[in-house]
């Protein structure tokens, strides 16, 4: 390959490497500035009491708790039962 090749081998890989790149720190430049402008007016709203990981509304051994555990002679099919 002569000289000619490799500079233009080099501006193949070169000029859309600085292109992304330089698109890339725009971009985050534009976020920063958007998230900055969007944070000076906000109220945080705040819950009164922490959410529980587990709901006090449904007892244990009901819903689908109970579907899950029980026997599978109890579970119910879609299929139609097999004629001997």
Do not use: H
């Not at 233009?8 to 985050?28: G, N, S």
């Not at 534009?30 to 998230?35: L, P």
């Amino acid at each position: 390959m002569g000289t000619q090749e490799w500079l233009l081998l080099a501006l193949v890989l070169i000029v859309p490497l600085i292109i992304a790149v330089v698109v890339t720190l725009w971009t985050l430049e534009q976020a920063i500035k958007r998230n900055k402008k969007n944070q000076t007016g906000r109220k945080v709203r705040r819950v009164a009491e922490p959410v529980a990981a587990i709901d006090p509304a449904v007892e244990p051994g009901s819903g689908v708790d109970s579907i899950a555990a029980s026997p599978p002679s109890e579970t119910r099919s879609d299929t139609p039962p097999s004629q001997p």
